[in-house]
């Protein structure tokens, strides 16, 4: 749908608020989709998760062919390994911001190598599940600005 914003999200954020709170908060995955539709108001927001690549590469081409606004993607582990994604993502038209709930770059060097970030317009790491909101804000100003 025009001016939908997808929410897509890697391997093991299903879990989120059950383990590693330190790090990953007690937010659960619903609180998040729930915080991010009331992000974006009236926007319609399509959240998904999984736990399969290949299941993150059809929804950007489903984002592409619905032309959505834009995707706020969580890629978790994909982020570091997956050219597969970053191939999809390069054809997704529109804003594209990449989220992480940690400070990525704070941690051990396997988590400091972004390939998403090649293609992100911005990035978002290290506000805890909080972050969610700031990236959908960000993106409704995003494209509320659009040809303005
Ligand atoms: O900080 C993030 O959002 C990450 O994308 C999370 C990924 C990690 O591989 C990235 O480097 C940073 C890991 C997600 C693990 O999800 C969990 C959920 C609940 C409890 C423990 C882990």
Same mark, same amino acid.
């Not at 929410?7 to 608020?17: D, E, I, K, Q, S």
């Not at 619903?30 to 959240?47: D, H, L, T």
């Not at 060097?109 to 599940?129: D, K």
């Given at each position: =749908?025009?001016?939908?914003?997808?929410?897509?999200? @890697?391997?093991?954020?299903?879990?989120?608020?059950?383990?590693?709170? $330190?790090?990953?908060?007690?937010?659960?995955?619903? +609180?998040?989709?729930?915080?991010?539709? %009331?992000?974006? @108001?009236?926007?319609?927001?399509?959240?998904?998760?999984?736990?399969?690549?290949?299941?993150?590469? $059809?929804?950007?081409? $489903?984002?592409?062919?619905?032309?959505?606004?834009?995707?706020?993607?969580?890629?978790?582990?994909?982020?570091?390994?997956?050219?597969?994604?970053?191939?999809?993502? %390069?054809?997704?038209?529109?804003?594209?911001?990449?989220?992480?709930? #940690?400070?990525?770059?704070?941690? +051990?060097?396997?988590?400091?190598? &972004?390939?998403? &970030?090649?293609?992100?317009? /911005? !990035?978002?790491? @290290?506000?805890?599940? &909080? /972050?969610?909101?700031?990236?959908?804000?960000?993106? !409704?100003? =995003?494209? #509320?600005?659009?040809? %303005?």
């Amino acid at each position: =749908m025009a001016n939908s914003i997808y929410v897509l999200n @890697g391997p093991n954020l299903n879990r989120l608020g059950t383990r590693e709170p $330190e790090i990953y908060g007690r937010t659960t995955l619903a +609180e998040v989709e729930a915080m991010c539709r %009331k992000a974006a @108001g009236s926007i319609p927001v399509e959240f998904r998760q999984s736990n399969r690549e290949y299941e993150i590469i $059809e929804w950007v081409h $489903e984002a592409i062919d619905a032309s959505a606004g834009g995707i706020v993607i969580n890629p978790a582990a994909f982020t570091f390994t997956s050219i597969a994604i970053l191939d999809a993502l %390069k054809m997704f038209p529109g804003p594209i911001i990449e989220l992480h709930i #940690s400070n990525i770059h704070r941690r +051990e060097a396997i988590y400091h190598n &972004s390939l998403v &970030s090649r293609v992100a317009t /911005g !990035v978002v790491a @290290g506000f805890g599940p &909080s /972050g969610y909101r700031m990236a959908v804000g960000a993106m !409704v100003d =995003m494209l #509320s600005l659009d040809g %303005k």
